[in-house]
């Protein structure tokens, strides 16, 4: 996956704007990010890979750069954790998981 993504990086300014976002399931699970916003970029979003960069815990996309996050990723990364936290605490089930999920949306 990260070779496929470094392959595309060099070209990736010859087309609109653009985030592509691959999973690798398989044994270690990775997750790579190819932007051409606002330049061409590849970004290692796996567990390790964030840790790297210094983050750890919820992570936000948009179409901002990631270093330059909208207000909303900010307020969404902060629910989005609050929610996490209070549905361990509870000791909830998967589905109520995804109705927390769901009702972030609406």
Do not use: C
């Amino acid at each position: 996956m990260e070779e496929y993504l470094r392959s595309h990086e060099a070209s990736a300014d010859q087309y609109d704007g653009f985030n592509l976002l691959l999973f690798d399931l398989k044994d270690d699970t990775k997750v790579g990010y190819l932007t051409n916003r606002p330049q061409a970029t590849y970004t290692d979003l796996s567990s390790s890979g964030i840790r790297a960069r210094g983050g750890e815990g919820t992570q936000g996309l948009s179409n901002s750069p990631m270093d330059k996050p909208f207000e909303k990723v900010e307020t969404g990364k902060d629910r989005m954790s609050e929610e996490l936290r209070d549905w361990t605490t509870r000791k909830e089930d998967e589905e109520d998981l995804m109705d927390r999920m769901m009702d972030m949306l609406s």
